[in-house]
């Protein structure tokens, strides 16, 4: 009699981790062409409505209506004569000008002619360079762009009315973040000093995941960190629409066995929960649907299918940084990055493009002490005279097809680093599958 040994070998071992890869597909390049050339439609829109700064505006008209030389010379007369006085110890008002004047302060004129060309040159050459990046940015559109993807657009438009008429219930899922690590305030507020070599860079295959729709629930952070992981898939031409319902629930340890109401989570605590999984855990969509709803007082909607136990991917290798020097950095890399923000009336109002200075646009002003998590996938350069930093961030949202420019909009500089919470960006840097 033959005996047959029946040796059960662990799924895990047939397990491999992956990296993220500079591979892209025909639905990420189509998105690519059309959110870049709206942002750029959008700058060059409010680039020419700018004016130059209102100190270089009062440098050239504080004398009214008076000839170059005039100008100067009143100029000159009124700070000798302010100069002399405190000199002296006399009211500037009671002092006369005169030959004798003009004489004693004869290098100081000089310097003052010198300074007064020096200041009206300055508004000429940001006018010239104004004049330059419109024409720059101009030369960055294609020319076809919107008749090519007008099916797209069109469809991206109809959602956008959609999304403006329910745009207030979104910011219904706003919450209080967990103070996680928090960063120094000099790497907080630390402006990019990198040099930008490429006009845009946007991480490959970000593009191809549909933006999601997270509706009415406190769930972003969860989003966020799905779209992360299923980025990364797709580099490496694995198509899979993951669960943002299990994420959720892996990110809020106190609400795993046991209902709670407290809404909210942080995206680093879904990723550590599944790197310290011993087998692979992120199911599928699929498996574990994500409920639009709410339950009141059970936030992880508890308990969950038993399909949430079929996982498919778990994170092997993850990391916290904190300047926007590093989030640069990571998106050269092909990583994605989550960013925690406070948000502001125009985020809900926005396009393509969010800048710091139209912050209080809107029709609803935000609570500013709550937070909302999102996914940086890619970087554009500024013009210099938007004074809003030397690049705008691309991010991916989770408020459907309706917000921004089908999902996607660009944040300048200024807003981030007005509007960033304490805690780290997070990237994922090897999955396991």
């Known amino acids: 009699m033959k005996v047959i040994f029946l040796f059960l070998i662990p799924f895990s071992l ?108 300055t508004e000429s050459e940001w006018r010239e360079l104004a004049q330059s990046e419109i024409e720059a940015l101009k030369k960055q559109v294609i020319a076809d762009w919107k008749e090519k993807h007008q099916a797209k657009i069109k469809a991206w438009e109809k959602e956008k009315a959609k999304f403006s008429k329910k745009k207030d219930k979104y910011s219904d899922t706003t919450f209080d973040l967990p103070l996680i690590l928090p960063v120094d305030k000099k790497e907080k507020e630390k402006k990019v000093e990198v040099k930008v070599q490429k006009e845009y860079s946007i991480v490959a295959n970000a593009m191809s995941i549909p933006i999601r729709d997270q509706k009415y629930r406190p769930t972003c952070a969860a989003f966020a960190g799905i779209r992360l992981i299923e980025i990364m898939l797709a580099q490496n031409s694995i198509d899979n629409d993951l669960s943002e319902q299990y ?102 109002t926005s396009s393509s493009l969010i800048l710091y200075k139209d912050r209080n646009s809107g029709d609803r002003m935000d609570a500013h002490a709550q937070g909302h998590s999102m996914t940086i996938i890619g970087y554009m350069k500024l013009p210099q005279i938007l004074n809003e930093g030397t690049v705008c961030f691309i991010v991916a949202n989770s408020w459907g097809q309706g917000w921004g420019k089908g999902g996607y909009s660009c944040i300048s500089e200024k807003w981030i680093l007005n509007q960033r919470q304490v805690n780290p960006f997070v990237i994922i840097s090897k999955l396991e599958v």
């Open 14 to 121: 047939f397990a491999k981790s992956i990296m993220p890869q500079n591979t892209s597909n025909a639905s990420h390049k189509e998105n690519v062409e059309i959110i870049t050339n709206s942002i750029y439609e959008e700058l060059i829109k409010v680039t020419k409505g700018l004016t130059p700064p209102k100190e270089l505006v009062e440098k050239k008209t504080s004398v009214n209506n008076m000839s170059r030389g005039k100008q100067m010379i009143e100029e000159m007369k009124r700070r000798n004569r302010e100069k002399l006085a405190r000199m002296r110890g006399i009211n500037p008002d009671e002092v006369k000008s005169g030959a004798d004047i003009v004489k004693a302060q004869k290098e100081d004129n000089k310097k003052l002619i010198k300074e007064i060309h020096s200041k009206i040159k």
């Open 247 to 348: 994420f959720y629930w892996a990110s809020k340890d106190d609400c795993q066995s046991s209902p709670c109401s407290k809404p909210g989570s942080w995206v680093g605590y879904g990723i550590e929960y599944s790197s310290e999984q011993k087998s692979i855990d992120i199911p599928k969509e699929s498996s574990c649907p994500y409920i639009n709803y709410s339950k009141e007082g059970n936030e992880t909607q508890i308990p969950l299918k038993k399909g949430c136990a079929e996982g498919v991917v778990k994170v092997k290798a993850y990391d916290y940084i904190k300047t926007l020097d590093d989030v640069l950095r990571a998106l050269d890399d092909n990583m994605a990055v989550i960013a925690s923000m406070k948000l502001t009336p125009n985020f809900y």
